[in-house]
């Protein structure tokens, strides 16, 4: 099965917490690759990050970090010193090779950070 | 505006009339796809598409919708005699041919807000 699963459907935090946005992925393929995009409230896409399948490293942008794990097939998303402007909501999404770029996305977490 | 543009914005339409979305890719996009997404819930793949052919519309309903992405002009995602359920906003993406389309972000459109009265 090619399926991705956000647990979390909506997480509030205060302005300068730390959130963590869980990602966890099903595929058959050994080769893939994992996005992250942001919806904000004006409701178009926001492409955020791409990672392949070959490549564990983390990867941090700014308040913005990665952590892919294969062995659980997870990748999370951490914003740091969350900021007013992050309220939005965030999708993860799976490309398997077979899926000729079809993207499978997972149903969201919606982020509300209050000041 | 180089990106990915859909239109309308925004379309109402009554049960049982046509409703027609238009989607031009971003340029130097040969590869169009349509999702799809109800309130609340994340985007379903409806149908991959390059010009003139249909690569994979295991997604889209097998009535009343349809979609096409010609040799000249947009990409157009056409449902026949809407029902309320068809209420969802309808989001275009585009990315660059294959291989190096592979794994590339999809660049999205702003999508259409598809109201069924």
């Known amino acids: 099965a090619q399926k991705v699963t956000q647990a979390q459907t909506e997480i509030s935090v205060v302005e300068k917490e730390d959130v963590t946005l869980d990602c966890v992925y099903e595929t058959r393929d050994t080769t893939y690759y994992l996005f992250w995009y942001k919806q904000p409230p004006s409701g178009e896409l926001v492409f955020l990050i791409r990672?392949?399948?070959?490549?564990?490293q983390n990867e941090i942008s700014g308040r913005y970090s990665w952590n892919f794990q294969k062995s659980t097939s997870s990748f999370n998303f951490t914003i740091t010193a969350s900021q007013v402007v992050d309220s939005a909501v965030y999708f993860c999404a799976l490309s398997p090779l077979e899926g000729f770029n079809k993207f499978y996305f997972g149903s969201g977490t919606k982020l509300n950070v209050k000041p | 505006n180089a990106g990915v543009m859909q239109n309308p914005r925004h379309l109402v339409r009554r049960r049982g009339q046509e409703a027609r979305l238009r989607c031009s890719p971003m340029?130097?996009?040969?590869?169009v796809y349509w999702y799809r997404q109800l309130p609340e819930e994340g985007l379903k793949f409806m149908v991959y598409?390059?010009?003139?052919?249909?690569?994979?519309e295991s997604g889209m309903p097998k009535e009343r919708f349809s979609a096409e992405f010609p040799k000249e002009g947009p990409s157009i995602l056409r449902i026949q005699q809407v029902v309320r359920g068809d209420s969802a906003a309808y989001f275009c993406a585009s990315s660059p041919p294959f291989p190096g389309g592979w794994g590339q972000p999809q660049h999205f459109g702003d999508g259409t807000r598809l109201s069924i009265l």
């Open positions: 598409l390059q010009k003139e052919n249909i690569i994979d």
């Open positions: 990672r392949n399948s070959f490549d564990e």
């Open positions: 340029k130097g996009h040969s590869h």
